[in-house]
Each structure stands twice: as C-alpha cells, then as structure tokens.
C-alpha cells in the first residue's frame, strides 16, 4: 500500500510541475508518450495518462499480493509484472495517441 501512495505522491508532484512548466512554455516534454498526451489533451491528457498508470500499478500489485502469501516474491513478481506488461501497453497506448493526434491535424 505505501508504494501505490508514494506513486501517487510522486506523480501528482509531478503532474503540478510538468504541466505548469509545459504551460508556461519554459520546458519540453521528452517522453514521447507523455507529450503525445499533452498535445492532444494539454494537462488533463497528462493526468489521464498518469492515472492509467497508477491504476495498471495498483492493480498488478493487488493481484500480486493476493497470489503470493511471501511479500518478497509478490514484490518481485509485481516489479517484473509492471515492466513486462506496462511496456507493451505503454507503447500501444502511445502508438494510439499519435494515431489521433495525426488524424486530428489531417
């Protein structure tokens, strides 16, 4: 429970930060998938996003913990469960935003 609230913590500090710099015009989104996001929904794309994510995190950590009694070995599988399925899912979901923000701009 404390990693879903430290996330939570971290990416809303994140989200406030980013958004405002983004805003404001001093800065530039590198990640690709997170800039995709804030050109076709601005700073409520990002949010979106982020909140995808944290719901994915919370509910890989749900079902890890409910299979494995051991704490250290649902930690694990939950660490390899985030990075072997949030890739994939991160980069069809940034495949689909581009998808829309083209076709947006045809």
Not at 18 to 40: F, K, M, Q, S
Not at 52 to 69: D, K, Q, S
Request: aromatic fraction near 4%; charge should be positive.
């Amino acid at each position: 429970m404390i990693v879903l609230v430290l996330a939570v913590a971290a990416n809303a500090m994140d989200l406030v930060v980013t958004g405002t710099a983004l805003h404001a015009g001093i800065a530039n989104e590198v990640n690709p998938i997170a800039d995709a996001l804030y050109r076709v929904g601005g700073v409520g794309g990002l949010a979106l996003g982020k909140v995808l994510a944290l719901f994915m995190l919370g509910a890989v950590l749900y079902a890890a913990r409910a299979h494995f009694r051991d704490r250290a070995v649902a930690a694990a599988v939950a660490t390899l469960s985030v990075i072997a399925v949030g890739l994939p899912l991160v980069a069809t979901a940034a495949g689909l935003v581009s998808l829309v923000a083209v076709a947006g701009r045809l």
